[in-house]
């Protein structure tokens, strides 16, 4: 089990948390503010990991609660 600030979460849930997050659609980063693909409007920011060698943030739509990840391009860098 891994113990964090908030609760514990056992292997087996990290495992679903892990398998889920990849199954999100990943859209790349432009020189806008981030909205929702789905309805347009401003997101929030529920996952930083620009720090990381992801280079990306997962974002929620607070309307829609439509999830998804924005990554920075590698190409265009």
Request: proline residues 4%.
């Amino acid at each position: 089990m891994r113990t964090t600030s908030k609760k514990t979460v056992s292997l087996e849930e990290e495992s679903s948390i892990m398998e889920a997050l990849q199954e999100l659609p990943i859209y790349l980063i432009s020189d806008q503010p981030t909205v929702c693909p789905e309805c347009g409007l401003r997101t929030l920011v529920i996952g930083d990991f620009f720090h990381t060698n992801s280079k990306s943030a997962i974002h929620q739509c607070e309307e829609d609660r439509y999830i998804f990840i924005e990554q920075v391009d590698e190409e265009f860098e």
